[in-house]
């Protein structure tokens, strides 16, 4: 799929406010629940103007046909917002069988000031709740459990109206040790899957925001006092690959004192060992040296800085998606 399809929220609402401003009206579509073999889960998003497709997916093929169809076919009646259940088999002529539930959010002038309040906080990497408004039938229809922040979806009654609500900002920041040669394939890569990243090296040299343009913050640090740099709470992830085992471990005694959710070293055994030989003449645990992942990534037999920058977003995404599965 081709990248004018993978776009981030920011810009899909982005595209929103330019269409506004030129006076077009146009559906924000959204999969908001599926079931069977779908091509993608809820939470995909694609933007239907009068001329067609304009960008994202919710998964391609006939039903995302059908659904472009029925968006031009609605905005020259200016139907308001709307929730169709496509039949993967019978209703789109797909062969994975299955079925999912589209909301057709219809997004004219009169919505500018909205959009333009959540492209902000977006913009600020500010958490915010896109919320889509229902009537009372749609919201009966939707097969949408109750919105959890921790899940970053559902359906929420706000002063009387059902709005399909999904948060972003839920997930916290990737602090990323070290700008070498993987940090800068990994955090365009981050940042393309609606990761936040902070980037913190000892160098000033390498800890530059024009190598990292993507990222939330570029700081050149102290790893030993790397407390006067960071505020690691307990959403965040940590991905530790200086260019040498001390400050290796010097990152881990900082990390190991925080509530990170994940802490990724990367690196070859022999430098993973002598980080933590050096813990534990320090007096750290094995249960605390239990909460460090490494070597880093899945293992795809990644070689090249690019493919190893892979491996670790792969796993990222995997932390990611055992919290929101908790709840």
Request: charged residues 20%; proline residues 3%; contains cysteine.
């Amino acid at each position: 799929m081709t990248e004018e399809f993978l776009l981030s929220m920011k810009t899909l609402v982005q595209i929103i406010l330019e269409k506004l401003n030129e006076k077009q009206s146009l559906y924000l579509v959204s999969l908001v629940h599926s079931e069977g073999s779908t091509p993608r889960n809820a939470e995909a998003h694609m933007l239907v103007d009068a001329s067609g497709w304009v960008a994202g997916t919710v998964g391609g093929g006939g039903m995302e046909y059908a659904a472009v169809l029925k968006a031009q076919e609605c905005l020259r009646e200016k139907k308001e917002s709307f929730v169709q259940t496509f039949d993967l088999t019978e209703h789109a002529g797909m062969a994975c069988g299955g079925y999912c539930q589209l909301l057709f959010t219809y997004c004219a002038e009169d919505s500018l000031s909205y959009f333009a309040q959540v492209y902000e906080a977006l913009e600020q990497g500010n958490p915010v709740e896109l919320e889509l408004p229902l009537s009372g039938e749609m919201a009966q229809e939707l097969k949408v459990k109750p919105y959890h922040e921790a899940a970053h979806r559902g359906l929420k009654l706000l002063d009387g109206k059902y709005y399909y609500v999904e948060g972003y900002g839920y997930d916290g920041c990737v602090y990323v040790f070290g700008a070498g040669h993987v940090a800068r394939e990994l955090v365009p890569l981050l940042s393309h899957l609606d990761f936040k990243c902070i980037v913190l090296d000892d160098r000033a040299e390498f800890a530059s925001k024009e190598y990292f343009p993507d990222a939330v913050r570029v700081e050149q640090v102290d790893y030993c006092h790397l407390q006067q740099a960071c505020a690691i709470a307990e959403q965040d992830y940590a991905v530790v690959m200086t260019r040498g085992h001390e400050h290796d471990a010097n990152c881990e005694r900082y990390l190991l004192h925080t509530p990170a959710c994940y802490i990724g070293i990367m690196g070859s055994r022999n430098k993973a060992r002598l980080a933590r030989e050096a813990l534990l003449a320090d007096g750290y645990s094995e249960a605390d040296l239990a909460r460090i992942t490494t070597p880093i990534g899945i293992s795809i037999g990644s070689e090249t800085p690019a493919e190893i920058a892979v491996s670790i977003a792969a796993q990222l995404i995997q932390v990611r998606a055992a919290k929101v599965a908790k709840h």
